[in-house]
């Protein structure tokens, strides 16, 4: 099932990617690809096969709860568009 | 028509562990100037990896075991796409089909029967950034992204504002005791929304959800269902819909307000989290978990009833809250009178935290020192009305009620001259109740007890007063 033009345009939405119409078609080709090999994965008969999240046979990876230092705030504000007072500083949001 | 609330709870409570979440950065930002809780982890940079707070974990197994959850085997953890600035990475680590606790129940009291509130699920997540909104831009904080962060939800069950009340108030009690959530609405560490919707008394129609938000103290929340349940019914009745919104509580203006029209369900996009392995909660860590639990607040109440023979009134006002609880245990176990101890607690002292504002835990006021002043009373060195004023005076100065008592010279009057000469001046300034009392009228002598004790400033011994007044009363007839 190829994804529809209104598909891609959501998911570019959720994404807040502007696409030109060039390359709304572009990845609707692509995308449709992708899930076609999803397709092809579920018609595999997997009964009696234990569902998978991880490629890596890890659990239980935690750290014990222990604070340490955390960055300096220079390095962090260094990283953000545009601080003030400390404060990282963003255009405004509407509640 | 008549029509019923079905009414849901989402709560939120930041756990009380020392590190965030995911990283090391410290949890408690409370006195953090902004943007110093922060590291690359928590700020979602390229390259880094999140790993699991064991604790956060136990914090939320705890939480599940005391509301009667089924604790899962395999958990893991999952993403929860969407953007806004108060999430630095573009998700929110959550979890979503496979939480650490679910199916379990929380009981309230409902008109003296107890109902069981569904506990649908306890999960595990991180909370977002603080965002200040100056109007020409927003300001972000990061501190808090990151903290852990604990949901529960209720199932549908709850019907009214006083039944939410409730609720949220044994829920608040049990993650005290346990010690994993300070609960502090006001702060922020506690957050509640409230699911409404109305359907036809009976019925199991299922009416429209509204959702309402910045819910952020026990009385708000029993006020916003109230006042939505009501908005919802008068729409409901002038044959109107309602819509499926997101509603801001105006605590000020004592009303909900529209936040946000709902259009479409929320896409979210959930997927496992692949930075995180998932979770195998062996039977072992379980069990180990949950011999670590403390008593519980339903089980304290009946051994107080059980152990100090108090009501189960007076024992569930004390087991409300666990330092108050702790207080009263450390009073008995002083050799104070229990019920004594109970009425002390339940009645002056809380009289004096609300006056003042303050806690138990910032009581001035020690178990041995509530013992001494019931031992003054019992041994006749001070009067019940003064002790009240002794105890005023202890949390004001953290004072011994000995020495308080000495200081201020407060020490029963029992001497007879004293009192003799007191009751004179009573028995001729009262020529009416003698007369009633004469006239064999014998209970008016509580009223001239009474002005005796006024007299004295509360310092005649009431017993010794009575005595003395009857007598001079007798040689009168």
Known sequence: MPLSLQQVEHIAELAKLALTDEEKERYRLQLSAILEYADMLQRLDLDGVPPMSHAVALTNITRPDEPAASSPRDEILANAPDHKDGLIRVRPILE | ME????????????????????????????????????????????????????????????????????????????????????????????????????????????????????????????????????????????????????????????????????????????????????????????????????????????????????????????QAIEYETERQRRLLESGERVVQVTMGWDEARGRTVLQRVKESADDYRYFPEPDLPPLELSREWVERIRASLPELPEARRERFVRDYGLSAYDAGVLTADRDVADFFEAVAGLGGDAKGAANWITGEIFRLMNARGLEMSQMPIRPAQLCELMGLIREGVITTTIAKDVLGYMVDTGDSPGAIVQQRGLAQVRDAAALEAVARQVIADNPDAVAQYLAGKEQVLKFLVGQMMRATKGQANPTLAAEILKALLAQGR
């Open chain 2, 3 to 222: 029509y019923e609330a079905i009414i849901g709870m989402e709560v939120h409570a930041q756990l009380l562990t020392r590190s965030k979440m995911f990283c090391a950065c410290a949890a408690d930002y409370a006195a953090a100037p902004p943007n110093t809780r922060v590291c690359p982890v928590c700020l979602g940079m390229p390259g880094t990896l999140p790993v699991i707070n064991r604790r956060a974990v136990e914090f939320v197994v705890m939480t599940g075991l005391a509301l009667h959850c089924r604790i899962a085997d395999h958990s893991r953890f999952a993403r929860k796409n969407y953007h806004y600035p108060d999430l630095p990475k573009g998700y929110q680590i959550s979890q979503y089909e496979l939480p650490l606790c679910s199916d379990g129940y929380l009981e309230i009291e409902v008109d003296g029967r107890v109902k069981r509130i569904g506990i649908e699920r306890v999960h595990l997540e991180e909370d977002t950034a603080k965002l200040i909104h100056t109007g020409e831009h927003s300001l972000i904080d990061a501190n808090r992204a990151g903290v852990p962060l604990m949901e529960i939800v209720s199932a549908p069950d709850l019907r009214t504002g006083e039944e939410a009340r409730q609720y949220l108030t044994r829920l608040r009690t049990i993650l005290r005791y346990l010690g994993v959530s300070s609960g502090n609405m006001e702060e922020g560490s506690m957050r509640c929304e409230v699911n409404i919707s109305l359907r036809p008394a009976g019925t199991d129609v299922r009416g429209t959800k509204v959702e309402v938000k910045n819910l952020n103290s026990f009385r708000s929340v029993k």
